[in-house]
């Protein structure tokens, strides 16, 4: 049923990329997940496999001297979900975590291979974006650092030469989660075991006074070939009043930012009333959390 010539399972970082050099051409499988559809598909031949389902350098959630979250490639969105320091400093992310497949899938499906598979509709991504999270990259020539933000080239494409790097670390920089607050919505036509129709998270921090927007970010997936940020939006709305007629312009700057493709899953049309209702959605949630109230 599945045409693997060979596995291999690592014990370090050092070893899978190793592993990867001396067989080209291999894949790496953390979860497995999305590769073991691959290989179901017949998408990936004569497969060589590297697992690193056994590093433990990849596995767990700390805060870094520094206040910096840094998050294993190798956690699973249960541990990421259950997570006390998610929970208290960037509970949407816990929220998004929750959203991925079934309880089944999320003890076994890692946020590393969330964002290296590169898929549009990825959950566990528009959050990280909108905290302007960074990836930690592990190669022959040591760790380079690379924002998540870009990290996405094209449709299941991201910046990665996987036949000699492994993503180590997810890491959300202090300064871009402490005063802030994130909501995620995703849609999809079922409850569970559904893949993102379209999501977005709105993450934003409010001016002390806590009348007009200090920062804002907005992300939005399956919306064009990539994960995006609204980064026009963001930029015209700084410094707005908490206001109906923001939120009319964040619903206009969003649509006018946003691609979205017709698909089998749905229309082009659709996509586009989602973009607007679920940025509002995901607005006027972040704004409760924070205290704000619209005027
Ligand atoms: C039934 C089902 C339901 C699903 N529902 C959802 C859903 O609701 N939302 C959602 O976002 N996804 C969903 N998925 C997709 C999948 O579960 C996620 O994308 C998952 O996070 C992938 O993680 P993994 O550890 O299983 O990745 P794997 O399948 O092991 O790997 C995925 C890709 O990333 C690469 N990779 C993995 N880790 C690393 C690393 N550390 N460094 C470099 N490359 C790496 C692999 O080589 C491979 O190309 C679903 C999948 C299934 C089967």
Request: aromatic share 6%; proline share 3%; with cysteine.
């Amino acid at each position: 049923m599945y045409d693997i010539r060979k596995t291999y399972s690592a014990s370090s970082v050092s070893e899978a990329l190793r592993l990867l050099l001396e067989n080209d051409g291999a894949t790496i499988i953390s979860g497995g997940t999305d590769v073991m559809i691959r290989l179901k598909e017949r998408k990936l031949k004569q497969a060589v496999l590297i697992s690193i389902a056994n590093i433990t350098e990849l596995k767990g959630i700390a805060v870094r001297e520094n206040g910096d979250i840094a998050i294993g490639a190798g956690t699973t969105f249960d541990e990421i979900y259950r997570s006390e320091i998610i929970r208290e400093c960037v509970p949407a992310l816990a929220f998004a975590a929750n959203q991925v497949g079934s309880p089944q899938i999320r003890h076994v499906a890692t946020i590393g291979g969330n964002i290296c598979n590169g898929a549009v509709s990825a959950d566990g991504v528009p959050v990280l974006l909108a905290y302007d999270s960074c990836l930690e990259i592990a190669g022959v020539s040591g760790i380079r650092t690379q924002t998540l933000s870009g990290f996405h080239t094209g449709p299941g494409k991201v910046n990665l030469d996987q036949s000699s790097e492994l993503l180590t670390t997810i890491v959300i920089p202090r300064a871009e989660y402490e005063g802030y607050f994130a909501a995620y919505y995703k849609f999809g036509q079922r409850n569970a075991m559904e893949i993102a129709t379209l999501g977005c998270a709105v993450c934003l921090r409010l001016s002390a006074d806590k009348k007009s927007i200090d920062e804002l970010r907005i992300a939005v997936s399956v919306a064009a070939p990539t994960p995006l940020r609204c980064r026009k939006t963001e930029a015209r709305l700084r410094g707005a009043p908490l206001t109906n007629q923001t939120i009319a312009a964040l619903r206009k700057g969003v649509l006018s930012e946003v691609q979205p493709r017709d698909s089998w899953r749905a229309s082009r049309q659709l996509r586009l009333q989602l973009a607007k209702e679920l940025s509002e959605r995901a607005f006027r949630q972040a704004l409760e959390t924070a205290g704000g109230e619209i005027v």
